[in-house]
């Protein structure tokens, strides 16, 4: 199974900026719509943005224009370039596939994902 390890997380204040980075393994990552997901405490994991293996990107509402995810097929890696942060955007952030069951996805493994906090 496809494992995934997250890293690039930190402590920054409200306006900042982090890059976010995802190493995969595994041949199939190049052929799957890849995602970011974040889970804060108290709240269910929420899909944040994903990619295709083309490079389609969609977004949560909350997220757009402040946040872009991208992909390097070459590396196995996934990106997630976060500006404008709002205290709001504070949680755990992972990455994965994205989980579409309609197509028949599957998760690869998860991470222990990457912290991310936003000081007012």
């Known amino acids: 199974q496809v494992q995934f390890v997250e890293s690039g997380g930190g402590l920054v204040q409200a306006g900042g900026s982090l890059r976010l980075s995802c190493a995969a393994s595994g041949s199939t990552f190049r052929t799957k719509n890849s995602a970011w997901y974040r889970q804060a405490p108290g709240n269910q994991r929420e899909l944040v943005a994903s990619?295709?293996?083309?490079?389609?990107?969609d977004y949560v509402d909350s997220v757009k224009g402040r946040f872009t995810i991208s992909r390097d097929n070459a590396k196995n890696t996934v990106d997630l370039q976060m500006n404008s942060l709002r205290p709001e955007d504070t949680a755990v952030y992972y990455c994965?596939?994205?989980?579409?069951?309609?197509?028949?996805?599957?998760?690869?493994?998860w991470g222990q994902g990457t912290q991310v906090t936003v000081s007012s």
């Open positions: 990619i295709s293996s083309g490079g389609f990107a």
């Open positions: 994965n596939f994205l989980l579409r069951v309609f197509r028949g996805d599957s998760w690869g493994s």
